[in-house]
């Protein structure tokens, strides 16, 4: 879509909303977002250079842009709509970036609608939204249900409401996070094709110490579609094993944890994560999933040029059977990473920037130098990483059978046996050239040690080296 034309359409719909809601209630509309443009050199991606079954192999250099645009239609303080319109992460010369292309680019990734209940403190979010469950903030998103900032999103009832002024409240919402066949099933017979969640957060917030307990619950159909990463996620390789799938219509699903930030004597600050989660125990044996992950991280505050971190985490991994299910952490989106991490999606600035290690079946340590303030308008962060595996060896074995092979299920390099390790090195280096924009440099490399060929097949653990990655950048904030 050319430039004219989305602004014409942007233009369109502000005029619409602005008839809709009339001369009498007075709409104000405010408009904001980023543009990111950026060249990514990327050498041996999944430690191989291939995709990760190993089919394909890679091209090192692209040219990616992006666009967020976000419309917020306020009638007053209590009452907004928000839309949200982009062009997703996309390579120049690639589908909707082709010369002339016709097809069309723009689309809306966020619709809701935000309002505070009259003569009261608690407001109502409904609609498509950003939806997460709670974290602390050193690292990135939640390990069972995140947004990455805003990306991934979903279509939630969401209340908010204060229960001590300043100290505690309580939020709970209802998301309907798939329906396959919407309004009718595919025959007389009605089948659970739907995945449910519902969820409750208690944040505290006292003098130094923020802690926010929570949990969910979700129900989850037979017959629900899941896309890939929902279903990496939620199921067991043993629910591919015939027959295949759950046998009951519906099963239950639930997670608890609670969230940790403290301010400690001496300008130190302490972070912690906790939660176990267990989906489809009332089943088949080998179709059920339940484990449990933890992080921790201590961050210093008292240096003016950097803040160094140390951050670490651990999670249950498989043991050496399909037949009693997966012992690892369920989860629905996963977009956990220790801040500054190369292994991780860790909320770097730009995109293809991480390894995308799984952080169910692992555990390792990240000493991270961050906020790094050298010279005027540059600020850097540089993080060491290390990772090991905790599922058995001929637990993950018998995932790739079961499942197709490399890749299918587990991936080498992201999925880790016992034995298994990972090492990184990575840097970020942003440049203020104005107030709105910002030069991105990011470096990575990592390296794969004790991948097992009686998991992954000799062909992919020779192909194996070590992984390289820069990126240069330009991000303008509107």
């Known amino acids: 879509m050319p430039w004219f034309r989305f602004v014409a359409v942007c233009h369109v719909i502000a ?14 509309i405010a408009m904001y977002g980023d543009f990111r443009v950026q060249s990514t050199f990327f050498a041996n991606q999944n430690y191989t250079g291939w995709n990760a079954a190993g089919t394909q192999t890679e091209d090192r250099l692209n040219i990616w842009q992006r666009l967020r645009l976000h419309a917020d239609f306020a009638a007053n303080e209590n009452l907004a709509f928000r839309l949200g319109l982009w062009l997703n992460n996309q390579t120049w010369g690639h589908g909707e970036l082709t010369a002339a292309n016709p097809t069309v680019a ?20 409904a609609g498509y939204q950003p939806l997460s469950l709670p974290h602390t903030a050193v690292f990135y998103d939640s390990v069972v249900l995140g947004t990455d900032s805003g990306n991934s999103d979903a279509a939630a009832l969401v209340v908010n409401a204060p229960l001590v002024e300043g100290t505690l409240s309580a939020t709970a919402g209802y998301a309907r996070l798939v329906d396959t066949n919407r309004t009718y099933d595919t025959t007389t017979t009605q089948i659970g094709d739907e995945f449910d969640l519902a969820f409750l957060t208690l944040p505290l917030t006292v003098s130094g110490l923020q802690l ?3 949990g969910a619950v979700g129900i989850l159909g037979r017959a629900a579609a899941l896309p890939s990463p929902l279903g990496n996620g939620l199921l067991a390789a043993g629910a591919s094993l015939t027959p295949s799938g759950y046998g009951n219509n519906q099963n239950a699903a639930v997670w608890t944890g609670a969230s940790l930030t403290a301010e ?5 600050k302490v972070y912690g994560d906790a939660v176990y989660g267990n989906v489809g125990w009332a089943d088949r044996a ?8 933890a992080d921790l991280a ?9 803040a160094p971190q140390l951050l670490g985490w651990a999670g249950s991994g498989e043991d050496a059977s399909l037949s009693d299910g997966s012992e690892r952490l369920p989860s629905i989106v996963t977009q956990w990473g220790p801040r500054g991490s190369f292994l991780f999606n860790a909320d770097q600035d730009l995109t293809q920037s991480s390894m995308n290690t799984t952080p169910q079946g692992s555990m390792g340590l990240v000493l991270n130098f961050d906020r790094i303030s050298l010279l005027p308008q540059l600020t850097s ?23 197709g092979g490399p890749g299918a299920y587990v991936t080498m390099g992201q999925d880790l046996a016992e034995g298994e390790r990972l090492y990184s090195v990575a840097s970020e280096h942003v440049y203020a050239l104005t107030d709105a924009v910002n030069l991105i440099v990011e470096t990575g490399w990592a390296r794969g040690d004790g991948f097992r060929s009686s998991i992954w097949g000799q062909r992919m653990v020779n192909q194996a080296g070590n992984a390289w990655q820069g990126a240069l950048g330009i991000i303008y904030t509107f």
């Open 15 to 28: 005029c619409l909303v602005a008839g809709f809601v009339g001369p009498a209630r007075a709409t104000t």
């Open 106 to 125: 723009i689309l809306p990734n966020q619709a809701y609608l935000q309002f505070t209940v009259p003569q009261t403190h608690i407001t109502v979010t």
């Open 212 to 214: 926010t307990p929570w």
């Open 264 to 268: 400690l004597p001496g300008q130190f």
């Open 286 to 293: 080998r179709c059920g999933r339940h484990g449990w992950f």
């Open 298 to 306: 201590l961050e210093y505050a008292g240096f003016t040029a950097f």
């Open 381 to 403: 962060v540089l993080a060491f990483s290390y990772a090991a595996g905790t599922s058995s060896p001929a637990g993950l074995r018998k995932a790739v059978a079961a499942t």
